[in-house]
């Protein structure tokens, strides 16, 4: 079976072992939106695939297999209760569980089924976020089978991080790159040397996992709370910024950046990159106040979504490139930052924060340094958290406006496509009412990601429901917002 459509070309794609990805990505949004014959027929695909074989001997991805396939399959049993997706569980998580098996107990980010390894390895380095994302799913397999030795796999790398998580050269933070295969010997190394933190690619979703397991497991062990109150006040500390950016409205907004070690000196420096994956962490800290109790964590996810919100409404799509930069506001009064700069030289082009910029450089943007549109979820992700943490309707009708801007700008004939560039506006073909037409708009890219129907029509649809459908007080969702169901006496919230 496909893993993927393009979107452009109608041409089937294999990504993941020929497993079926955007379909079983896809299943629990077809179920939960109520399309109850496509949710069925979803079902009994999934059930025929093979999870023991992998397409054309490809490397099986740890990671994205873990928050996509196994992810998926597990949200289907809860929202479902179908008990055949039980033994279908079981053949998955014995696949990727083999992946644990390594002299140190530390995963193998990729590896090869049928390979007989005399001494398979954990890789020597590889992205926190790739193994630092794992135990919620392993830990609900866990629960729905009755077999602890997935969460006993997790369990042992969660107590990897705790351990560790002092030693980087920003403690309480891990490096965006570690090295599984250092630890047990002398001389572990996993999170030391590591310069370099973030929210964004490589590290994203590890932080995440702490509060999401905690309200998985909470009353089980206290280990995820404590890491994460640890981490969250580093990340306050170090990763979060003002921008001096443009704002008619007088919103005040933070972003995330990139905490960077200065080698063999006492000081932290901070790259004003912003990434469109580390717009989760408004949602990441709403969860956190209403989880602790912490109004001002509310707060802080209320800045933070707000500067995601800031850079989609603020480019010619009306949608946020995948990274930029933008101009560090020198005070800590938000209402003095829109006049902190007019033009700052020396970085190449000038940065404008009131009208009109040359060169497509939006107002306010210092650069834009990867202009593409993945069809991403985190901005919508925190909107909807915020929209269910405070029931103002402000979310909703920022959520519609990006809504309406990503559909106009990446419909296809198969589907929804990726864009080139969110800044630049040409003249090209659109497809529209199922016919081509010449219109201004951005170049679109024949790649269209499972996580759009898993994520970000997920979200969209979310946030004009009812809150009662997926309750955060009684579902936990992945990274790849799949919903898993809390257990009482052993969920940590409620």
Not at 99 to 114: C, D, E, S, Y
Not at 339 to 344: I, K, P, S, T
Request: aromatic share 10%; with cysteine; charged share 20%.
């Amino acid at each position: 079976m496909a893993d993927a459509l393009t979107p452009l070309s109608g041409q089937p794609m294999q990504h993941f072992c020929g497993w079926g990805a955007t379909l079983v990505d896809a299943l629990d949004s077809l179920c939960l939106m109520g399309f109850e014959d496509e949710c069925q027929q979803a079902l009994n695909a999934s059930l025929a695939l093979d999870f023991t074989k992998c397409l054309d001997d490809a490397e099986v991805n740890m990671f994205e297999s873990t928050i996509r396939i196994l992810g998926g399959l597990l949200a289907a049993y809860d929202l479902t209760n179908d008990v055949r997706l039980v033994s279908k569980l079981v053949e998955l998580g014995d696949v990727l569980h083999d992946a644990f098996r390594t002299p140190n107990g530390m995963p193998r980010t990729r590896f090869r089924l049928g390979r007989s390894e005399v001494r398979p390895q954990a890789p020597s380095t590889a992205p926190l976020a790739e193994v630092g994302t794992l135990s919620l799913e392993f830990a609900r397999l866990s629960q729905i089978t009755g077999d602890g030795k997935y969460m006993d796999a997790v369990d042992l790398l969660s107590q990897i991080l705790a351990r560790t998580q002092q030693d980087s050269g920003i403690p309480g933070l891990w490096p965006e790159a570690v090295h599984p295969s250092s630890v047990g010997g002398q001389g572990s190394y996993f999170a030391k040397g590591g310069l370099r933190c973030s929210l964004g690619a490589g590290s994203d979703s590890a932080y995440e996992y702490l509060l999401k397991s905690h309200l998985l497991l909470g009353r089980q062990t206290d280990l995820y709370r404590t890491m994460w109150r640890a981490a969250s006040e580093r990340i306050k500390e170090h990763l979060l910024f003002r921008p001096a950016v443009p704002n008619i409205n007088g919103t005040d907004v933070l972003f995330s950046g990139t905490a960077v070690k200065v080698p063999n000196r006492d000081y932290i420096t901070l790259e004003t990159k912003v990434q469109h994956l580390a717009c989760f962490a408004g949602g990441m800290f709403a969860l956190a106040s209403r989880i602790f109790e912490e109004p001002k964590d509310l707060k802080l996810a209320t800045q933070l979504t707000n500067g995601c919100v800031w850079a989609y409404l603020n480019t010619p799509t009306g949608i946020m490139p995948e990274s930029f930069s933008v101009m560090r506001c020198p005070h800590e009064d938000p209402r003095n930052c829109e006049d902190a700069y007019r033009v700052l030289e020396g970085h190449g082009q000038p940065v404008c924060l009131n009208g009109a910029c040359t060169d497509m450089l939006p107002p306010g943007f210092l650069e834009v340094s990867d202009p593409t549109y993945r069809l991403r979820p985190e901005a919508v992700e925190s909107v909807f958290i915020m929209w269910r943490a405070t029931g103002n309707e402000h979310w909703r009708e920022v959520g519609w406006t990006m809504f309406q801007s990503i559909i106009k700008y990446t419909r296809a004939p198969y589907g929804h496509a990726s864009l080139a560039s969110t800044t630049q506006l040409v003249d090209r073909q659109a497809y529209e009412n199922e016919t081509w037409v010449s219109k201004r708009g951005p170049i679109q890219l024949d790649e269209m990601e499972s996580f759009w129907f898993a994520e970000t029509l997920k979200y969209f649809y979310l946030l004009f429901s009812e809150p009662d459908l997926i309750s955060l007080d009684d579902y936990v969702l992945n990274t790849e917002a799949h919903p898993f169901r809390l257990t009482n006496g052993i969920r940590g919230f409620g």
